[in-house]
């Protein structure tokens, strides 16, 4: 799997809608209403947030590269798929690429990792009798968490190894086995210290980032099995440091006045803010929030005729789907709408 | 001496950290601080600097305070004294955020060794705090920070005797592996404190040294001869992460049997560390890297340090070098020198000092934008601390003063580098050259001595040499993996 083709795929999804950077912000994970709102609207949510450690000169060399293979032609600061990079997008689903899903394992999947390879390390160094070491891991949270793990089996080393391998040995199975392998060369144990993702893309002659991307892939595939099965993989699911909070602080503030009973024109006034930044905090609030109650600012009525209009131009772009729609029904609530099919909530 | 204490610490070396014996300089150190005089100390890198407070610190009533520059270097303290069992340690820094620090500063009863960085010691909630407990011995690592005739003076380090002074008079001991006699007599005079001198020799007999001239464009070349040859535990220092890279590709695709990698400030976190304990682990060949490597990595067996840029000092060519042969066996350094290197830590220290313009910018409110937008961490920082120094200098006379320190710096800086260079084309014995400086005497070279002596650089190269590697290889298959990792034997 390619870096490269996963760029150009979500450029060509963005095509004549945003900017180059759009795609940059989308694979950082930038808490931004916009970048939130935009994973969805064009259904690139998969992507969200899986390269949160990207760093800007890095993916500007990845825009020149297909620039300079004319598969993209930059105008206007927004990226145009090129017919030769029509033509290598034909035929190809990217949409569930390796059923990566940024959106709903970005905040949790580099800790899941971490906390795989430092319990993988501790475990394996104290089978062998080896209970001093460096642990592979700086995070104290994580270290933590690994330590509360290992007492709640009473230390019992041997055990834990054994559950710990028929879980693994478990998920594994129901993975891609290049996948399994690219995770499992990354954890480090008595024997050996693992490999950086760099050291096995020069193994492989590949570009660090497609590593990258395997290996976020590896992840999400065992976060998707185990989340379906927990009660199979109780050692597993306790690596997974829920974080609850998905909401940018702005729209958070905005959902705390919200929730203590006051309307969006008042939260615009206490707050000093312009009531088009509430509206997009509703939007994310919407988005994100099970309990919010989209039917304060729009009737069911309204929802479903938008909702009608978004099947009859099978687009997410917001101006055809207004251009259907009753004067009376502005963006704000194709937008809630739209915000509103987001099926994973919390 | 008093054998009771003799006995007392014998006992805690091996109890604490499974040594059977204290090195040169350990044993002293130690009981001269437990004796209540004020030390200060020279002792060469890898020499086990750290025991000398660290042992006191732990058989101490109270607790230990230890100021030290490198951040990084405190951390990787914690974590080894951690592995090693010993957990009331922690150290606080500016890396951390202020519920990190909070914690710390909370539950300071707890420990008995502190990191401190010399930013944080000025808070102060950290000084009030500290002073409400007994603090045993006062460590400033890195003391030469302390001296403006050193070539990494840090101002903050000034400050440091009025923080003594703050937490009760503990007894100080104050610790260098490079300090040259008059930036020891500063030391002295700048703590304002009666202290006892303990100086040890710095060389190391069982390093061979070597300047090897080049033209700018065989240099690869060469490097390329010399791995040939001599597959041994190699390290190659730059001063560029660029040119550490692009070298680390040219090896990989020379030398696809050898295990190279690269290692600098400007990766990841998680890989720095991977790379690190691979390197310990006995997994690499050769690593390609810059200064940012080798702080808290003691490995025994790296038998060639190579050096691919000139360093900009003495002391830190000293430094990068001492990581070679620590297990007493000959090991040799050699520096790949063409003319106009020197030119690289020139500028260097360009973009570390800002320009008098750069001085007027800064200090002049009323310009637009921000200064970060222009000047970078380093001179942003350098500036900082000029203008809080000079708070109470009037407005007029501020950049004045500011750009004659600038200037001062520049001069010291530049004299370290044209030190080096003498050294690098200079005929006489290279370990004279060296170590004078900082010793009365040089003992004499173990094995062979210099290439101005008795080493032939040339003969040397051209005898194959290998080691036996621990690396088992590597299965490429997840289930055999999962079984190495996770099942015994």
Request: contains cysteine; aromatic residues 8%; proline residues 3%.
């Amino acid at each position: 799997m390619h870096y490269r083709e996963l760029l150009l795929f979500l450029f060509k999804k963005l095509e004549h809608e945003r900017s180059v950077n759009a795609v940059f912000h989308l694979l950082k994970g930038k808490k931004s209403a916009q970048t939130l709102q935009d994973a969805y609207l064009f259904q690139i949510e998969n992507f969200y947030g899986i390269d949160r450690k990207l760093k800007k000169s890095t993916f500007d060399v990845y825009v020149r590269e297909l620039t300079e293979k004319r598969l993209v032609r930059v105008e206007n600061d927004q990226a145009i798929v090129t017919k030769q990079g029509n033509q290598i997008l034909r035929g190809r689903s990217f949409q569930s690429y390796y059923q990566i899903k940024g959106h709903k394992y970005h905040q949790i999947d580099r800790e899941f990792k971490q906390g795989l390879i430092l319990l993988i390390q501790t475990v394996s160094m104290l089978i062998h009798g080896e209970n001093k070491f460096i642990p592979i891991v700086d995070q104290s949270y994580i270290q933590s968490r690994v330590r509360e793990v290992l007492r709640d089996y009473s230390m019992q080393f041997d055990k834990i190894a054994e559950q710990l391998y028929g879980e693994l040995h478990t998920v594994l199975s129901t993975i891609d086995e290049h996948l399994a392998t690219v995770l499992l060369k990354q954890c480090s144990g008595y024997a050996r210290v693992g490999m950086s993702e760099q050291q096995i893309a020069v193994e492989e002659n590949r570009n660090k980032e497609d590593l990258h991307l395997q290996t976020v892939a590896a992840i999400h595939n065992i976060l998707d099995t185990i989340s379906e099965q927990p009660e199979k993989y109780t050692l597993l699911t306790r690596l997974i440091l829920k974080k609850t909070n998905r909401l940018t602080v702005s729209a958070q503030e905005t959902f705390n006045f919200y929730q203590a009973g006051h309307t969006l024109e008042e939260i615009a006034s206490i707050r000093q803010l312009k009531i088009s930044t509430i509206q997009d905090h509703f939007v994310e609030i919407a988005t994100h929030k099970k309990v919010f109650n989209i039917y304060s600012f729009i009737s069911e009525q309204d929802l479903n005729e938008i909702q009608e209009a978004i099947q009859n131009t099978s687009t997410r772009k917001l101006k055809p789907i207004k251009e259907q729609l009753r004067e009376e029904i502005d963006y704000f609530h194709i937008r809630l709408a739209i915000a509103n099919m987001n099926d994973d909530k919390e | 001496m008093n054998s009771a204490i003799s006995n007392d610490i014998d006992q805690s070396l091996i109890s604490l950290f499974g040594f059977k014996q204290f090195r040169a300089g350990q044993r002293e150190i130690i009981e001269s601080i437990r004796s209540g005089n004020h030390t200060l100390a020279t002792l060469p890198t890898g020499s086990g600097k750290s025991i000398c407070y660290q042992l006191p610190a732990l058989i101490g009533e109270g607790m230990t305070v230890v100021v030290s520059p490198l951040i990084s270097l405190m951390v990787d303290q914690v974590k080894l004294l951690k592995a090693q069992g010993i957990k009331r340690v922690a150290s606080l820094n500016s890396m951390m955020n202020a519920k990190q620090k909070s914690a710390v500063i909370n539950r300071l009863d707890t420990y008995k060794l502190l990191y401190c960085s010399p930013e944080m010691l000025q808070q102060e909630r950290v000084q009030l705090a500290l002073s409400n407990k007994t603090i045993d011995f006062f460590v400033i690592d890195e003391a030469h920070c302390i001296s403006q005739w050193g070539h990494e003076f840090r101002p903050d380090f000034l400050r440091l005797r009025d923080v003594v002074k703050k937490l009760n008079n503990p007894t100080v001991l104050a610790l260098s592996a490079t300090a040259t006699p008059s930036i020891r007599q500063d030391i002295i005079k700048q703590l304002k404190l009666p202290m006892t001198e303990l100086v040890y020799p710095i060389d190391r007999p069982n390093i061979t040294f070597s300047v090897d001239e080049v033209t700018p464009n065989n240099k690869d070349e060469r490097l390329i001869d010399l791995i040939e040859q001599k597959n041994i535990p190699t390290m190659i220092y730059f001063s560029s992460r660029k040119v550490s890279e692009a070298v680390y590709r040219l090896l990989q695709s020379k030398f696809p049997e050898r295990e190279v990698a690269y290692y600098h400030g400007g990766m990841e976190q998680d890989e720095r560390l991977l790379i690190q304990q691979q390197f310990m682990n006995n997994q690499l060949d050769i690593i390609c890297c810059t200064s940012a490597f080798g702080m808290g990595v003691n490995k025994s067996n790296i038998r060639l340090v190579i050096h691919y840029h000139m360093p900009s000092t003495i002391e830190s060519f000293i430094q990068e070098v001492g990581r070679a042969g620590r297990d007493g066996k000959q090991s040799v350094s050699i520096l790949l020198y063409a003319p106009g290197d020197e030119y690289l830590p020139f500028q260097l220290i360009q973009t570390e000092l800002p320009t008098e313009d750069e001085v007027n910018l800064f200090l002049n409110e009323n310009m637009n934008g921000q200064p970060e937008d222009y000047l970078n961490e380093t001179k942003m920082r350098f500036l900082e601390l000029q203008k809080e120094q000079h708070q109470k200098t009037q407005k007029s006379e501020q950049a004045k003063r500011i750009i004659q320190y600038r200037n001062d710096r520049e001069r010291i800086k530049q004299q370290s580098i044209f030190k080096l260079v003498d050294w690098i084309k200079a005929d006489t014995c290279r370990r004279v050259g060296l170590f004078s400086h900082f010793q009365p005497d040089v003992s004499n070279a173990k094995y062979e001595c210099c290439d101005c002596c008795d080493f032939r650089l040339e003969e040397w190269r051209n005898t194959p040499e290998t080691y036996q590697k621990k690396n088992k290889p590597l299965r490429d298959n997840w289930e055999a993996l999962l079984g190495e990792l996770l099942m015994k034997g």
